[in-house]
């Protein structure tokens, strides 16, 4: 059982890695939208490639959240991945506590 529960915990440590860093990036494409930086610079185009499909898919699923000129796509993001984290990372942990 300590097998299942250490991959169970590991699982749930990688996924709060990369929910963590995945908040971050809309962080920083969010505030680099205001500023219109260069489309041409490779930071700028990964960080494109990684945010817009999901905020197209937000935008897609949500109309407004898209109003009179204001993006709120990313806010969106930014409380499901905190409901992820609180939720489903949250449950999995305790889940795992309980396989002692």
């Known amino acids: ?3 299942v529960q250490n991959v169970i915990l ?15 990036v809309v962080i920083v494409a969010a505030v680099l939208s205001w500023v ?6 490779p930071v700028v185009r ?14 897609k699923w949500l109309p407004f959240t898209y109003t009179n000129g204001i ?6 993001v930014l409380l499901v991945i905190q409901l992820i984290n609180r939720i ?5 942990a305790q889940f795992a506590a309980t396989l002692v």
């Open 1 to 3: 059982m300590f097998f």
């Open 10 to 24: 590991a699982v749930v440590d990688l996924l709060a890695i990369v929910l963590n860093l995945y908040f971050w």
């Open 36 to 41: 219109r930086p260069d489309p041409y610079n």
């Open 46 to 59: 990964a960080l494109r490639t990684l945010t817009e499909p999901v905020f197209y898919r937000v935008r």
């Open 71 to 76: 993006d709120f796509s990313p806010v969106v």
């Open 88 to 92: 489903v990372i949250a449950s999995l």
